[in-house]
């Protein structure tokens, strides 16, 4: 076999564990991982959470201030020893301060409350 052969074969097979490799790292993707900011966190006033990646969260759901633990497994987010202040806000929604689990959906974190009903999501 030539040496310009065997130049080839190695570029082709080192081309081919490249495409396997990313290929294998797209499950763990961004898209797929909680970790990071959903809502607005600019706003106090507007829901938001921020998953930090030592699998703890915190947030607002537009008034009382909420956090906890977090678990991921595939798109699946379970959401755990959740604390919230209690204040009385005229006017707010405070669904968020029920969340008890999450799917993550690309730019979407739908949330669930300890029934399994869907109670709203929050964009990335």
């Known amino acids: 076999?030539?040496?310009?052969?065997?130049?080839?074969?190695?570029?082709?097979?080192a081309l081919g564990a490249g495409l396997l490799s990313s290929c294998a790292g797209s499950a763990g993707s961004p898209d797929?991982?909680?970790e990071g900011s959903w809502g607005n966190t600019e706003d106090s006033s507007m829901p938001s959470l921020v998953f930090e990646s030592a699998g703890r969260f915190s947030g607002t759901d537009g008034c009382n201030t909420l956090m906890g633990r977090w678990d991921q497994e595939g798109s699946s987010v379970e959401l755990t020893d959740?604390?919230?202040t209690l204040v009385g806000?005229?006017?707010v929604d405070t669904w968020l301060s029920d969340a008890a689990a999450?799917?993550?959906?690309?730019?979407t974190l739908a949330l669930f409350n300890n029934d399994g009903d869907p109670i709203g999501t929050l964009q990335r």
Do not use: K, Q, Y
């Not at 076999?1 to 130049?7: K, L, N, P, T």
């Open 89 to 91: 806000c005229i006017g």
């Open 1 to 13: 076999m030539s040496r310009r052969a065997r130049g080839a074969i190695l570029l082709a097979a």
């Open 32 to 34: 797929s991982s909680v």
């Open 82 to 84: 959740v604390t919230s």
């Open 102 to 107: 999450a799917e993550v959906d690309g730019e």
